[in-house]
């Protein structure tokens, strides 16, 4: 399908591993998004949890809070600024629009993102309240 795409496992050693796919298609700012988003999973414990159904409310929300982490440690570690930021959701819309995903559907995805990227403090004072929320923190 020409789209760039990636995956969060744990490799046949229980090692953390992201796998991706067909790269040269998108910019490397969305790049860039989308490894950050397949550690996210590792790092917020989704890797490690029963796979919800897809497209079910508790997979979007993973989802969602993936792309979180991910715009957050892009403007955090990365110091994505307002070009790259805006490289990566004019990628993903052209991504999710290509798929066939709904605008309503693509529109909510990137406000989801602005929002954290606009409103949300520190990266990893997220993922803590995540995992605590999840009952995974060491607190």
């Known amino acids: ?12 050693r229980g090692q953390p591993v992201v796998y991706r796919s067909n790269y040269a298609a998108t910019s490397p ?7 950050r988003h397949e550690c996210a999973h590792h790092q ?9 159904a897809r497209n079910s409310a ?9 792309d979180c982490v991910a715009i957050l440690r892009l403007r955090d570690e990365s110091g994505y600024d307002k070009a790259a930021y805006d490289a990566v959701v004019a990628s993903m819309r052209k991504d ?9 559907s693509i529109a909510s995805r990137i406000r989801n993102i602005q929002n954290c990227y606009s409103r949300f403090g520190p990266t990893q004072d997220f993922i803590n309240g995540v995992l605590k929320e999840r009952g ?4």
């Open 29 to 35: 700012e969305f790049q860039s998004f989308i490894d």
């Open 1 to 12: 399908a020409g789209l760039a795409g990636g995956r969060a496992v744990r490799d046949s």
């Open 136 to 139: 995974l923190s060491q607190e």
């Open 96 to 104: 999710m629009a290509k798929i066939g995903f709904p605008e309503i």
């Open 44 to 52: 917020i414990g989704d890797v490690d949890r029963p796979h919800p």
């Open 58 to 66: 508790e997979h979007l929300m993973n989802e969602s809070i993936s």
